[in-house]
């Protein structure tokens, strides 16, 4: 990834809805990163993770949770075992 930074930049000299933001007369510090574009098998990886996206995403609301519901999983493995 390629990055450009202009520190001390006039703000004079950005693109006008910047400039509304920020006003004139102040200098700035400019960083911008380009971004990489994905291919065509660097697009089909993503498709394909985020179709099990909702696999992934977390039921637990905290660590206490998720620290019984391992416990309840090895009480259920020792109960297999005997």
Do not use: C
């Not at 911008?32 to 039921?59: H, N, V």
């Amino acid at each position: 990834m390629n990055k450009i930074v202009r520190r001390h930049f006039p703000a004079e000299r950005l693109p006008k809805d910047l400039r509304d933001e920020i006003g004139d007369g102040r200098h700035v510090t400019i960083t911008i990163e380009i971004e990489e574009e994905l291919g065509p098998q660097k697009t089909a990886e993503k498709d394909w993770f985020s179709r099990y996206e909702r696999l992934r995403r977390s039921t637990f609301h905290s660590l206490e949770e998720v620290n019984e519901h391992v416990r309840a999983m090895r009480d259920e493995w020792d109960d297999r075992e005997r």
